[in-house]
């Protein structure tokens, strides 16, 4: 449609894509952080962004504070990580890839069928809090408060992801034990309560996502599924296993979304996909990724 | 071994007797020989028949969105479809008002049934079906939700000649270009939903009117948009502005909306259906855009306005196949609508009317043509009788197996003018359906072969 290829529109749209991309940045991370510390590609991290949108959804129900679900909804699925961890995934560690794989990929449907079972299909909403309702006028647009807001709350969340890796002594481990985890274990570090905590942490943030954006969207047992596959772009995109990585990925994977659907909005996951393609091509480790570990 | 050999000795036995049977019905003989269902003998083999009625019951497969994006909308359809087979089996007055020759059971058959989730994706819908095909031998088989899981059906029934009732599938490609021998449709559709609700369209907001499209990128979505579009720069002067194509099950809309946001429309007619629907048009109230434009949903959700909560639906126009509240006016909704609720605790959706009538047609069909033969029943169909059901009475064009029903206007209630927890829409017209319709070939339909 020519008559949206405005620069009016442009503006907007490229905002909106920072908006899309500040989100899709923080799941990734939480993705990105898991693969890079602990070598297991987590596929149930889409269904813990549903279940901290459904956690956090029950708690404002009892509630009706937002703070308390988003509180609520990140501790759960923090919680449910280390669970996770502790019994499950650790066992696997050793094991192939495929089986890391199949069983994450069991757990989220798992995870998912829980959901259903005990909420059913219709969605459900979480409303934005009442200083986030309505719209506000950005002078080039108009745009939701709500989006607005998250965009600073994801800001601030991988602001605090960013100290813990890169300002802490924990983070130390976990940079180091991306790049040799081997020589970490034989300094006597207790490599397995790091991989504890690191997979606690990026399953938070899956959560944390999850309820964040739960104003945004409805809740659907499914909409992890869906949410699955562009955070598995970004991360491609950005380098897996790399923190920048997965935020200069979302970003970029916003963009893409955003700037296409202005032009032919069919494209618009057709061109995120090409994106990928053409990293895997060029830069297959990709843009911010270190080479491949053992 | 031995126990080969002995079935073998044994079907031999089986089919020794069956040819002297044969043999002595055709030489007028004793009819002490004549096989016990008369029908079978009479026609050859094709599809699952005889195999698949040659017991004391038969099956039907259903295959329905019970995840995903249309995962609520399949879930009533099924329930539609299961009520009618439990009355089939029992002979329920509703079914008999629908299907005078129903006694029990079709044929004095009982009713199976199973079902398989097909996420509303073609392949996985045709996979399930060709599942109940070949382990339990369906004899009908019933599915949709997405029009691209009928279309799927649709060749799948042609080609191994068992018959197809569509669920919901608002596609024209359905009874149109796809259109099939084996496959027949009870629902409104693209061009039914336009020319009914285009008029309205044009009274409520007058001529010359600028209109913004969300439209899934399907089957479903490009023809009711275009249907949409015709109808309303052709009769009305309207004007698309932007026709925002985007894929089904999108987790986010914003981009799509910050679009027709830029517009400049002044209509904005949602195209999208289940899930899809609700997720857009509650972002779109976020991004302001029902602020500035009037929402039209051309194609009404089964409990979009309970799933999209508020005031959202208030004043919204949408075309749909039936809406609880037409009881008043048909005594058969009254009693569906009274069956459905004391069983599943809500008012039936369209989803599950569309289902329950295509079953009790389909049982309709088999007792006027006598057999399970699938060309006599899709013979008996194409006689057109008429019949009564929730609607009023309907027929089936001949031409191409869609049902002739009328097209229901609907319009949202705020919600403090509802008079009750499920009065979601006002029933504003309910429009006989002939007229509406396309020519039965002017989509391209060819059905195709009986046998």
């Known amino acids: 449609m020519p008559g949206l290829f405005t620069w009016a529109n442009l503006v907007s749209q490229m905002f909106n894509g920072l908006v899309l991309g500040a989100l899709l940045a923080l799941i990734s991370s939480g993705l990105t952080i898991i693969y890079g510390t602990l070598g297991v590609l987590n596929l149930a991290h ?36 280390v669970i996770m961890e502790r019994v499950i995934i650790r066992h696997f560690y050793s094991r192939p890839n495929e089986d890391q794989l199949l069983v994450t990929f069991g757990l989220s449907i798992v995870f998912v069928e829980l959901v259903r079972f005990s909420f059913g299909s219709l969605s459900r909403s979480v409303p934005p809090p009442p200083w986030g309702v309505g719209v506000t006028q950005l002078g080039f647009m108009l745009y939701p408060t709500y989006r607005l807001l998250v965009v600073g709350i994801v800001a601030v969340a991988l602001l605090v992801l960013y100290v813990v890796l890169y300002r802490t002594r924990l983070g130390m481990i976990v940079r180091a034990g991306i790049e040799d985890a081997v020589m970490v274990d034989s300094l006597g570090i207790n490599v397995y309560r790091v991989f504890m905590i690191v997979f606690g942490i990026g399953a938070m943030a899956a959560g944390f996502a999850g309820i964040v954006n739960a104003p945004v969207v409805s809740l659907t047992p499914e909409m992890g599924e869906m949410i699955m596959v562009q955070t598995f772009v970004v991360v491609v995109i950005g380098g897996v296993g790399s923190f920048p990585g997965a935020i200069l990925g979302g970003l970029i994977a916003g963009q893409i979304l955003s700037i296409t659907s202005m032009i032919n909005p069919g494209y618009a996951y057709v061109m995120l996909f090409a994106a990928m393609t053409l990293v895997l091509v060029l830069r297959p480790s990709g843009l911010m990724g270190v080479r491949g570990r053992d | 071994m031995t126990t080969n050999s002995r079935t073998a000795s044994r079907r031999d036995f089986l089919r020794t007797t069956a040819l002297a049977g044969a043999a002595a019905a055709t030489g007028g003989g004793a009819s002490l020989f004549m096989p016990l269902h008369a029908s079978a003998a009479d026609y050859p083999a ?178 009711v948009q275009k249907s949409m579009q015709d109808f309303l720069s052709k009769e009305g002067g309207w004007t698309m502005v932007t026709n925002q194509v985007c894929p ?126 699938p060309p006599e029943v899709i013979k008996a169909y194409e ?62 339909c060819k059905l195709g072969d009986y046998t």
């Not at chain 1, 404002?60 to 308390?68: E, I, L, P, Q």
């Not at chain 2, 329930?79 to 129903?102: F, W």
């Not at chain 2, 285009?198 to 899934?216: N, R």
């Open chain 1, 46 to 81: 889409g269904a813990m962004f549903m279940m901290g949108g459904y956690a956090g959804y029950l708690a404002f129900t009892a509630t009706g504070s937002y703070v308390v679900a988003v509180i609520a909804g990140a501790l759960f699925v923090m919680i449910v990580g």
């Open chain 2, 46 to 223: 094709i599809g699952t028949f005889p195999a698949g009625s040659s017991g004391n019951s038969v099956f039907v497969g259903l295959t329905m969105p019970r995840t995903g994006t249309y995962a609520v909308q399949g879930e009533d359809e099924l329930k539609g479809a299961q009520l009618a087979i439990e009355h089939i089996n029992a002979g329920h007055p509703l079914i008999k008002a629908i299907s005078p020759k129903t006694t029990k059971g079709v044929l004095g058959k009982e009713v199976k049934s199973g079902v398989a989730d097909d996420e509303a994706k073609p392949n996985s819908g045709v996979q399930n079906i060709s599942r109940f095909i070949t382990e339990n031998k369906a004899v009908v088989m019933m599915g949709g939700t997405s029009s691209a899981v009928a279309v799927a059906l649709n060749k799948l029934a042609q080609r191994e000649k068992v018959i197809f009732l569509s669920a919901v599938s608002g596609s024209n490609d359905t009874t149109g270009k796809d259109c099939v021998r084996y496959g027949f449709r009870e629902c409104t559709y693209g061009q039914t939903a336009a020319q009914g609700i285009g008029p309205v369209l044009l009274k409520e907001f007058g001529k010359g009117k600028k209109a913004a499209y969300l439209t899934p990128d399907y089957t479903y979505g490009h023809t």
């Open chain 2, 248 to 373: 089904l099950g999108a987790p986010d809309y914003s981009s799509f909306l910050l679009n027709i946001a830029n517009s400049g429309a002044e209509v904005f007619i949602n195209v999208n259906w289940g899930h899809d629907a609700v997720l857009s048009i509650q972002q779109a109230k976020q991004f302001g855009v029902l602020d500035k434009q009037k929402l039209v949903v051309p194609y009404q959700v089964p409990f979009l306005a309970r799933e999209v909560g508020g005031d959202l639906m208030g004043g919204v126009l949408a075309s749909t196949s039936y809406w609880w509240q037409i009881e008043d006016k048909y005594p058969l909704a009254k009693m569906f609508n009274a069956e459905f609720s004391k069983k599943y605790g809500y008012q039936p959706e369209w989803g599950a009317q569309c289902c329950y009538l295509q079953m009790a047609m389909w049982a309709a069909a088999v007792e006027a043509a006598g057999t399970f033969y």
């Open chain 2, 383 to 444: 006689k057109g009788t008429k019949m009564d059901s929730m609607v009023g009475e309907v027929y089936f064009r001949p031409e191409d197996h869609q049902l002739v029903r009328p097209v229901i206007i609907v319009r949202g209630k705020k919600v403090a003018d509802m008079k009750g927890k499920e009065d979601y829409w006002d029933v504003m017209e309910i429009l006989p359906g002939a007229p509406l319709m396309q020519k039965p070939d002017e989509f391209g």
